[in-house]
């Protein structure tokens, strides 16, 4: 056993020593051993410790703020689930048949477990559609991402979307560049990096397909994407649908291939 004399003071403190960054002072003082500690302040060593001990607890304070809101967020998040499912064993086989489960699904696919702690990613559900809210400014652009974009069918062709907007297929190109261009810039943005890395971690590579990396169909957070939406851009569906094109993006190609609907498969275009 130790000394307690020749302890150091950072296990006294243990918040403080976990601080992002300290004083040299600070630092130096929680350094020392308590002997050493005691050798410095011979004078005023009660009033150094109660002001270590009030730094102490104001870093132990912030910790305990930063619990409560993960904890809280985990608490919100679950209790969407009521919902659809009385427990969260039942929460397993619900259906995802349109937005409503779809974003219980994708809520519940927010929350991680590691270790003894549970918390929500941060692609949140709310934080990524607030990324997506200025995607599609108008009708046009959202008839672009969603069938000639981020869709796992054959893409509606310029001039046809060009037709039923009145415009040209030129201006139609145009846009579908820019849109494309818009969606890259905010797969740098935190919420979105995150879904598309969890998105990555679902893609498989089966031996019968090649250098066809694939997602399956029958997976219950791909099958958000596959739900069809007549609603606002964005909703729940856009969210996995953007980020699945983005996850299609190969490490020597500038710009994402897309995905092709292959039987159970969404398949690497």
Partial sequence: MTNGKSDPMASRFAYLWRAPSLQEDVRKDLEMTEAEFGGTYRKGKKN????LQRLDDHFARIDLEEQLERSQAVLDALGEVGSMARNLLDARSFRIIDVQSAEVAYRLASVSLRGAEARVEDHALDAVLAELGDLCRDPLDTEITRTSICTFGNPVTNSELGQRHGVTKQAVAKRRHNLVNRILE????RPIESLRTFIDARIRHPKRL????????????IMIALLDTNSDFPT??????????????????????GFSREGDLLVLR
Wanted: hydrophobic share 35%; charged share 35%.
């Fill in 48 to 51: 150094r410790i109660q002001e």
């Fill in 186 to 189: 905010l797969g740098g943005q």
């Fill in 236 to 257: 729940v569906i856009d969210a996995v649908e953007v980020c699945i094109f983005l996850a299609s993006r190969q490490r020597d190609e500038s710009r994402p291939r």
């Fill in 210 to 221: 090649v250098g066809k990396p694939c997602l399956r169909t029958d997976d219950p957070f």
